[in-house]
């Protein structure tokens, strides 16, 4: 079994602030993690992932996160908030095996202040 | 490379009408995903096909929703009878299956009921 928690269903920072969204997670098998971001009245679009080998992760539009095996946590950061980050961010798990699930989080929704 | 791509995009009906949403995903993708994505929470997964078989429905409200995926590509997602708490968002995903780890989104289907 699998599950996710995304701590802050809300945060606000200012523009050109640090951006640190929490996600912690529980498997039961070496896990898959994933950012996904949503912009309104859009599908899911990966931000990144990580899968095995190194655990700080890169993705797209400066976002990064590190996974932790001994805090089960995947937080996302961003060094500078930019207006355009203002979303909602899911982080999800899943198992490495074939029949691939994801399991969400609830979101966390990201609002930049100027 | 073309998305996944989802219909209608937008939909409104009473309650206790029936509603039809299609997908077609990646070409080549032998896996594909439904999930309900409630406002404020996290994509839930409905149905996961593996090429024409269904692998997981086990959350699949089965008196009120079916799936399809006939010829082991485009799919078909039914409910019916409609009731108001099946406002939600239909996401379709695919993903590539066992080699593949990224599991890619459609711009959802928005479904109200009244």
């Known amino acids: 079994a699998q599950s996710v928690t995304q701590l802050g269903s809300h945060v606000s920072v200012s523009e050109g602030a640090l951006v640190l969204l929490r996600c912690n997670y529980s498997?039961?098998?070496?896990?898959?993690l994933f950012w996904y971001v949503q912009y309104p009245n859009q599908g899911l679009q990966l931000l990144l992932k990580?899968?095995?080998?190194?655990?700080l992760v890169k993705g797209i539009n400066g976002f990064e996160a590190e996974f932790k095996k001994s805090e089960t946590s995947f937080h996302l950061t961003k060094p500078s908030a930019h207006m355009s980050d203002a979303a909602e961010y899911f982080c999800?798990?899943?198992?490495?095996?074939?029949?691939?699930?994801?399991?969400f989080g609830s979101g966390t929704q990201l609002t930049v202040l100027p | 490379e073309a998305g996944v791509a989802q219909s209608p995009r937008y939909k409104i009906i009473e309650k206790r009408q029936s509603v039809a949403f299609w997908c077609n995903p990646i070409?080549?993708?032998?896996?594909l995903y439904w999930y309900q994505q409630i406002l404020g929470q996290g994509p839930k997964l409905l149905i996961q096909?593996?090429?024409?078989?269904?692998?997981?429905d086990s959350q699949l409200p089965k008196d009120r929703f079916s799936a399809e995926r006939l010829k082991g590509v485009d799919s078909t997602l039914k409910i019916q009878p409609a009731k108001l708490e099946d406002s939600a968002v239909y996401l379709c995903?695919?993903?590539?299956?066992?080699?593949?780890?990224?599991?890619?989104f459609g711009e959802g289907s928005w479904l109200t009921v009244v």
């Open positions: 999800a798990v899943s198992g490495s095996g074939s029949a691939r699930q994801l399991t």
């Open positions: 498997s039961s098998v070496p896990p898959y």
């Open positions: 990580y899968t095995t080998g190194a655990t």
């Open positions: 070409s080549g993708h032998a896996t």
């Open positions: 096909f593996q090429n024409n078989g269904v692998v997981d």
């Open positions: 995903a695919s993903n590539q299956g066992a080699s593949g780890n990224t599991i890619y």
